[in-house]
């Protein structure tokens, strides 16, 4: 199996920065694009930033010129820099990877999330 786990959540006041990371673990044969997403309460949960196995990037409008993601592929690692935060990013972020392992099979793995809130 494959699992996921963030870290680098916490309390920031508004203007700060944070940097989440994600690590993929288990029986990874190749994963191919991985992605932030948040959670606010009682919203649904939105992809924040998206970045292929090729490096291709795409970001929320939201976050765009404040957010930036990065992978390293050698460690199976996805990192979201997240600067000039704001009270409306609070929510809780899941890491999210496209991976094939195992035998071969291929599937949407999650992360349990990590808890981000911007003071004012």
């Known amino acids: 199996q494959v699992q996921l786990v963030e870290s680098g959540g916490g309390l920031v006041q508004a203007g700060g920065s944070l940097r989440l990371s994600c690590v993929a673990s288990?029986?990874?044969?190749?994963?191919?694009?991985m992605g932030w997403y948040r959670q606010a309460p009682g919203k649904q949960r939105d992809l924040v930033a998206h970045?292929?196995?090729?490096?291709?990037?795409n970001y929320a409008d939201s976050v765009k010129g404040r957010f930036t993601i990065s992978r390293d592929s050698a460690k199976n690692t996805v990192y979201l820099q997240m600067n000039s935060l704001e009270p409306e990013d609070t929510a809780v972020y899941y890491c999210?990877?496209?991976?094939?392992?195992?035998?071969?099979?291929?599937?949407?793995?999650w992360g349990q999330g990590t808890q981000v809130t911007v003071s004012s």
């Open positions: 999210n990877a496209d991976v094939r392992y195992g035998a071969g099979w291929r599937s949407n793995f």
């Open positions: 970045v292929t196995s090729t490096g291709s990037t």
């Open positions: 288990g029986s990874i044969l190749s994963i191919n694009a």
